[in-house]
């Protein structure tokens, strides 16, 4: 058996994982803190199998990114309520046994926000349905929001909505829903396709005084974010949702407090700089 002695092992898995920012993100977390670490970013393509094999190897957390986040719950020896509730874990902290579970993606999203709108009290509008959408509507509703999910997938999107008691729109019908949006986070994997986009008539949906997220980071600032900005929308990178989710995650896994510290500037930094785009 192969074991880490003199740095500890975090990766990130995922399929695909390649364009993964958090080992830069991580990195920076991990010497601004004099933490011996090593994050790598890893592959896997039979999640169940491949889990056994990190915890024999001795990795001590890991970050979940797609297609895994959802299947994890299942997987892992045991997951903490919020987790649970939202049907998704993007964390695994390493145990004896083999791993716990927990989100911190809802987290990430709603110190995202908070800095720009207040959210209780708001009507907020998800699009999708996967396990970041599940995490970002549970933080908003857990953060007093009314929210709403909208997905091209009537099912899904009214499974979801089922779990979280909220309210679903086919996104196909979306333009002509009457309730008025306060916050609007876009959070499929690949964005909106550019003849839904059509369909729906961003141009004319966004109004200024709405609050609006893609949790897509890279690139930076994406069609959508583009387009709710050209329309006055307040904006919101979501690099931010990225990386304070990551510090979360590294709270957890170390046991330690990170927000308040300059760990968070460096991982900032390090994001900005790997992404080497200009502010909108």
């Known amino acids: 058996m192969i074991k880490p002695e003199q740095k500890k092992l975090f990766a990130?898995?995922?399929?695909p994982v390649g364009h993964s920012l958090s080992p830069v993100m991580m990195s920076a977390c991990f010497k601004a803190l004099d933490v011996p670490a090593l994050y790598a970013a890893l592959c896997v393509d039979e999640?169940?199998?491949?889990?056994?094999?990190?915890?024999?190897?001795?990795?001590?957390?890991?970050?979940l990114t797609l297609p895994y986040k959802e299947t994890a719950c299942r997987l892992v020896e045991r997951i903490d309520k919020t987790a649970e509730q939202i049907g998704a874990a993007n964390t695994l902290r390493r145990t004896t046994l083999g791993w716990e579970g927990r989100n911190t993606?809802?987290?990430?999203?709603?110190?995202?926000?908070?800095?720009?709108?207040?959210?209780?009290?708001?009507?907020?509008?998800?699009?999708?349905?996967?396990?970041?959408?599940?995490?970002?509507?549970y933080g908003l509703k857990r953060a007093g929001a009314s929210v709403t999910i909208a997905n091209r997938g009537i099912e899904r999107g009214r499974a979801l909505s089922s779990l979280l008691k909220c309210q679903f729109i086919p996104l196909k019908v979306l333009q002509n829903a009457a309730k008025d949006f306060d916050i609007v986070v876009q959070c499929t994997s690949v964005g909106l396709l550019d003849a839904e986009a059509?369909?729906?008539?961003?141009?004319?949906?966004?109004?200024?005084?709405?609050?609006?997220?893609?949790?897509?980071?890279?690139?930076?600032?994406?069609?959508?974010?583009?387009?709710?900005?050209?329309?006055?929308?307040?904006?919101?990178s979501g690099l931010d949702m990225l990386l304070y989710q990551g510090v979360a995650q590294v709270e957890w896994w170390?046991?330690?407090?990170?927000?308040?510290?300059?760990?968070?500037?460096?991982?900032?930094?390090?994001?900005?700089?790997?992404?080497?785009?200009?502010?909108l």
Do not use: Q
């Not at 999640?47 to 970050?63: N, R, V």
């Open 254 to 279: 170390l046991h330690r407090p990170v927000f308040d510290t300059p760990a968070v500037a460096a991982m900032r930094k390090a994001l900005e700089e790997a992404l080497n785009e200009k502010p």
């Open 47 to 63: 999640l169940e199998s491949d889990l056994k094999i990190l915890h024999k190897t001795g990795f001590s957390g890991l970050s």
């Open 198 to 236: 059509r369909l729906i008539g961003f141009n004319s949906f966004f109004k200024p005084e709405m609050t609006v997220m893609d949790i897509i980071y890279n690139p930076r600032w994406t069609a959508f974010s583009k387009t709710a900005r050209e329309a006055g929308c307040t904006v919101v």
């Open 105 to 137: 993606d809802w987290i990430g999203a709603v110190k995202a926000l908070s800095p720009v709108v207040e959210i209780s009290g708001r009507n907020a509008l998800v699009l999708g349905a996967g396990g970041a959408a599940r995490a970002v509507a």
């Open 12 to 15: 990130v898995v995922g399929n």
